[in-house]
């Protein structure tokens, strides 16, 4: 049973627009929520990340915005960039960090 | 310098054989972890070790023997490589807090 559904599964994006990902958990004892990045040929890298204590955390272009009542978590890029083209995966945590459950991954492709 | 270093990069085998891929860190991390991702990059933790003590031990085959010398080494050795083994194996760590996770590269297995 997958923890963290994870939509659309690709994404187009003209430069410039705003790319938007969506998550949604069911385990209410999750309370960390980051965002992996990952080029081809790479790990991923940890993007952003966010506590249910807040709705929003915004790291320039890269926002998250948390809804803890519908257990949804969406990334949001803003003037989206050819460079941002990448698969993006959201993920869960709780405790002690130790297990973290990803999406399924979303590639997103920004096109000039 | 590579902060989570793995190797080999690409690794073809047969079925049946026994391969191992190897793992170094040089972030300082107590905790360091093996991840599967599949043909459809979902990723999902299948160990974790803590100052070389294993924690997590996500109902893999025992066919895989993860060993970890020391606090900066955790490699992966696979025995009777059968076809449901190819993947990308990414080896990570993070700080105790484990907020963060850093992965290597990958290690792209295909069984023949």
């Known amino acids: 049973q997958q923890q963290v559904k994870q939509s659309p599964q690709s994404l187009i994006v003209q430069k410039g627009g705003i790319s938007i990902i969506n998550c949604a958990y069911e385990?209410?004892?999750?309370?960390?929520f980051p965002w992996y990045q990952q080029f081809p040929g790479k790990g991923p890298a940890l993007l952003i990340a966010?506590?249910?204590?807040?709705s929003e955390k915004k790291e320039g272009r890269f926002t998250i915005s948390f809804n803890k009542s519908a257990k949804q978590f969406s990334l949001h890029i803003m003037d989206s960039q050819p460079g941002d083209s990448a698969t993006y995966f959201c993920a869960a945590s709780k405790d002690n960090f130790n297990k973290f459950y990803f999406g399924s991954g979303t590639k997103l492709n920004v096109k000039p | 310098d590579t902060a989570v270093s793995q190797t080999p990069k690409y690794l073809v085998t047969q079925m049946g054989n026994d391969k191992s891929i190897k793992c170094e860190q040089n972030l300082g991390h107590d905790t360091m972890y093996w991840y599967k991702q599949d043909s459809k990059k979902f990723l999902k933790i299948m160990f974790s070790?803590?100052?070389?003590?294993?924690?997590i031990n996500e109902t893999v085959p025992n066919r895989f023997s993860p060993k970890s010398p020391d606090k900066a080494h955790l490699n992966l050795h696979i025995n009777s490589l059968e076809l449901g083994d190819s993947a990308v194996y990414f080896c990570a760590s993070s700080t105790r807090t484990g907020e963060k996770l850093f992965f290597g590269s990958g290690t792209q297995l295909s069984v023949l």
């Open positions: 070790y803590n100052n070389k003590e294993l924690i």
């Open positions: 966010i506590r249910p204590d807040v």
């Open positions: 385990n209410t004892a999750f309370d960390y």
